[in-house]
């Protein structure tokens, strides 16, 4: 049996890192971007994003991705917690993730597209709502940024940043509703080196930092495989170990739970 004070103060960042913040880290193992359009002379935000696509395999690759299954291990730095991981999305937005662990239990999350649901060995089950279910399903897309137009009202350069003693592009990806997203690219490479986000999670909004790295060809794509995702002094490392595209799924993949759906249930008087 666990040390409950142990175990209380692991949750503090559990629920800091929150089930609900998963999903942006999913977001930055496998996110991808692309554009579509003449490559200017003088760089901007569409043309940079088109040449992230174009260095990382090309609109049409990213196309043929249908599904994609991610097996991998996140590290909590400074806590000595190593969680497995498996990942599994589907075009346009269906996802589910879990991650698990013999010190903290299981941590799960998912969408069928409309509910937004979450889970962990701490809370059971949940319902996510309002600004958070709308921030899940639209970071959540799969290869969102190879359609980003469809899911941001804009994006937009903001200058220049050394990232990792590297010369990058800053550029503003901005949702209809809620803070931006911003990325950092390579000017040599074109490849994403850093992302920063804000996440609503239980514990309030928290600034996110992930720096993105080991680009591996899989299916004629250069996806990251190592993400290290920093907030308030917390450090978490995922490490991809195998990425498998267009899987036969079982048809109840992305299917709600049913203690989750007993949620929605109305009380009996």
């Given at each position: ?145 190879a359609y980003w137009n469809e899911l941001y009202s804009g994006a937009e350069l903001d200058g220049s940043m050394e990232v990792e003693g590297r010369d990058c592009h ?99 008087e």
């Amino acid at each position: 049996m666990l040390n409950n004070n142990k175990t209380n103060k692991r949750f503090g960042w559990l629920e800091l890192f929150g089930p609900s913040a998963l999903l942006v880290i999913i977001v930055l193992i496998m996110g991808t971007l692309a554009v579509t359009g003449a490559f200017p002379a003088e760089p901007t935000a569409g043309s940079i994003l088109a040449d992230y696509v174009a260095a990382t395999g090309g609109r049409e690759a990213y196309d043929r991705i249908e599904n994609r299954v991610v097996e991998g291990k996140l590290v909590i730095e400074g806590a000595g917690i190593t969680l497995s991981g498996t990942i599994v999305t589907a075009k346009p937005n269906l996802s589910y993730t879990l991650f698990q662990s013999d010190a903290i239990g299981t941590i799960e999350k998912g969408t069928d597209g409309s509910l937004v649901w979450e889970k962990n060995t701490m809370s059971g089950p949940q319902i996510v709502e309002g600004p958070m279910r709308e921030f899940t399903l639209r970071e959540g897309t799969m290869d969102k940024l190879a359609y980003w137009n469809e899911l941001y009202s804009g994006a937009e350069l903001d200058g220049s940043m050394e990232v990792e003693g590297r010369d990058c592009h800053k550029v503003l990806l901005k949702p209809e509703t809620g803070e931006p997203v911003t990325l950092y690219f390579d000017k040599e490479t074109h490849l994403a080196l850093r992302q920063d986000i804000t996440v609503e999670t239980q514990m309030g909004t928290v600034p996110v930092e992930s720096l993105i790295s080991d680009y591996r060809e899989v299916d004629g794509l250069l996806l990251p495989y190592q993400v290290s995702v920093g907030n308030l002094g917390q450090k978490r490392v995922i490490t991809t170990a195998s990425v498998k595209h267009n899987v036969d799924l079982p048809a109840d993949r992305f299917a709600v739970p049913a203690d989750v759906l007993a949620l929605l249930e109305p009380a009996e008087e």
